[in-house]
């Protein structure tokens, strides 16, 4: 049966594949985990500058090689219990080297993370969702219990109506940016189980335009075509308010360079 449902969403995949043609000239870095890494452009503005990382889950890794590489300042925003403590796990651990290797999968041991140049008022956590209202929203579980990735759309699940949830505090990206005083953004990476697809519309709504921006845009990982139709909404969007694309790895990760 897992052999089948692997099947269909293989074929499912090449049917309702996205059209994405990267257009930035610009050379292009990686840093992270096999599993938890991503593809930045390495500009200027990273040096000293401000990343807003949502979606932490318990790989740090991207995150941490950021605030190494560019001694910059990173706001992380998440609100799941899993991916709070693994916080502040990491936080306890910075002047710290790493004793072991990272993993395949999406959980790491904080001992795998190099901290020693790394200093913890480089990490701002906000435990709230990022999406395009603010107040208690509900978070839907995953339907694999070992699994720390909750989502506000419950694309995981079908959009079941008996999803078990928590509740959590949401925020939108007005009072993100502006009640927290985050001024300029270097990058803006967005891992958020689907919710990008009212982020990014409620972002470039408000005014703000990070250079960088990092979409994971979970929903193609269930690939039909409505998926394909919402991923081809936003990402008009953001060729219009005058991004390029710098790598897409293929599935349903898009790097945007502004």
């Not at 502006?178 to 270097?186: I, K, Q, R, S, Y």
């Not at 335009?209 to 909404?233: C, H, K, M, Y």
Request: hydrophobic content about 40%.
């Amino acid at each position: 049966m897992d052999f089948l449902r692997r099947a269909i969403r293989a074929i499912k995949r090449r049917v309702y594949a996205p059209q994405v043609r990267v257009t930035s000239a610009e050379s292009v870095v990686r840093l992270g985990s096999s599993y938890g890494g991503w593809s930045f452009v390495d500009r200027p503005a990273l040096h000293d500058g401000l990343v807003v990382s949502c979606g932490l889950g318990e790989d740090a890794s991207f995150d941490v090689e950021l605030a190494q590489r560019y001694r910059c300042r990173i706001v992380i925003v998440d609100p799941t219990p899993r991916a709070v403590e693994h916080f502040r796990q990491l936080l306890v651990r910075c002047g710290q080297a790493a004793s072991k290797p990272y993993t395949s999968h999406g959980t790491q041991d904080v001992r795998s993370y190099d901290l020693q140049s790394v200093r913890e008022d480089q990490f701002t956590l906000v435990a709230k969702a990022l999406t395009n209202q603010c107040g208690e929203v509900r978070f839907f579980a995953p339907p694999d219990v070992n699994s720390v990735s909750y989502s506000l759309v419950n694309f995981q699940n079908g959009y079941a109506t008996n999803t078990a949830y928590i509740e959590v505090e949401a925020i939108d990206s007005r009072s993100l940016f502006t009640e927290l005083g985050l001024g300029d953004v270097a990058l803006l990476k967005l891992d958020i189980e689907g919710a990008e697809i009212v982020v990014i519309p409620d972002l470039l709504e408000s005014g703000f335009r990070p250079e960088q921006i990092l979409v994971e845009f979970d929903e193609l990982n269930w690939p039909s075509r409505l998926s394909t139709e919402r991923f081809a909404g936003v990402h008009s969007q953001l060729m219009e308010a005058g991004y390029m694309v710098s790598h897409f790895d293929g599935r349903s990760c898009v790097s945007y360079v502004r």
